[in-house]
């Protein structure tokens, strides 16, 4: 069924992935339709930390995967 011994290496791919794309889209997509209160794009110091984050976080679980 899921490999038990791989099974946090590929958590912390799918997380990493996420976090790493997600920010970056959000990016890339600002909110058209934000209200008053609410901020229309993210912050861009925030969001370039959990870019890089995310890259470490999914380069190191696929280089254990890998190895």
Known sequence: MFPVDDLLPLLTLALGAALALGTGLALAR????????????????RSLVQIGIGTVASL????????
């Open 60 to 67: 190191w679980a696929l280089a254990t995967l890998l190895s």
């Open 30 to 45: 600002p909110r058209t339709d934000a209200p008053d209160d609410e901020l229309a794009r993210p912050p861009l110091g």
